[in-house]
């Protein structure tokens, strides 16, 4: 599986932002996605999971109120929308999927990941 994030950028606090993560390479909708972000000199964390059909989403609770995660299996695509971004928020995104369907927030069990995008939001 290939995955390519877009969507990144500079912006203040308070903006939003829509990530786009195209995958392409095996059945997109047989796989578990999610997002994962990395802000410099910290460890790669959890943000959002979706499970295969897009019935099922699971957020860490720092962005819970404020991001949405969808898919569009006819299109191949994973989305985050961040609204209401706040400083802390920076760091590189990186979308990531797995076969089993069980949704995870762990970075050891995904198979598959993207090159990342940064966002960057200042104050």
């Known amino acids: 599986v290939q995955l390519q994030a877009s969507g990144g950028g500079l912006v203040h606090a308070g903006d939003s932002l829509r990530l786009s993560c195209a995958a392409s390479?095996?059945?997109?909708?047989?796989?578990?996605m999610s997002w994962f972000r990395q802000a410099p000199g910290k460890e790669r964390e959890f943000v959002a999971a979706?499970?295969?059909?897009?019935?099922?989403?699971y957020y860490a609770d720092s962005v819970k109120s404020r991001c949405t995660i969808s898919r569009d299996n006819a299109e191949n695509t994973l989305y985050l929308q961040m609204n209401s971004l706040k400083p802390e928020d920076t760091a590189v995104y990186y979308c990531?999927?797995?076969?089993?369907?069980?949704?995870?927030?762990?970075?050891?069990?995904?198979?598959?990941w993207g090159q990342g995008t940064q966002v960057t939001v200042s104050s």
């Open positions: 990531a999927a797995r076969t089993p369907v069980h949704l995870s927030e762990h970075t050891y069990d995904y198979n598959y």
């Open positions: 390479g095996r059945t997109f909708s047989s796989l578990t």
């Open positions: 979706i499970n295969w059909s897009g019935t099922i989403t």
